[in-house]
């Protein structure tokens, strides 16, 4: 597969307007400037839509939609605790936690 060309990755203010948090800092694993981004839907299972971004190393970075209190028990939230829990409070714990 050939990688991307230049004038189809993400510029750092196109990237900065999806995910405003990211970083370009290539040292940084999560980085996402200079990738092309595509659409895919998942054939099997739930039929979810996947981005996926294309990145100028040859890496492929993909991210899909779950529900947000799955997503906090997949972070470290107990389900014994996650079923007492709604989904704020859930990921309010998450965040005063996380180091």
């Avoid at 999560?30 to 839509?49: H, I």
């Amino acid at each position: 597969m050939d990688k991307p060309k230049s004038d189809d990755w993400l510029t750092e203010a196109q990237l900065r307007k999806v995910f405003p948090r990211a970083t370009t800092d290539r040292k940084d694993r999560t980085s996402l400037a200079g990738s092309v981004p595509k659409v895919f839907v998942k054939t099997e299972g739930d039929g979810r839509p996947c981005l996926v971004f294309y990145c100028i190393d040859g890496t492929f970075h993909v991210f899909t939609e779950i529900g947000a209190k799955q997503a906090a028990r997949d972070c470290g939230v107990p389900d014994a605790d996650a079923r007492k829990m709604n989904t704020q409070e859930c990921w309010q714990r998450l965040w005063r936690e996380q180091k």
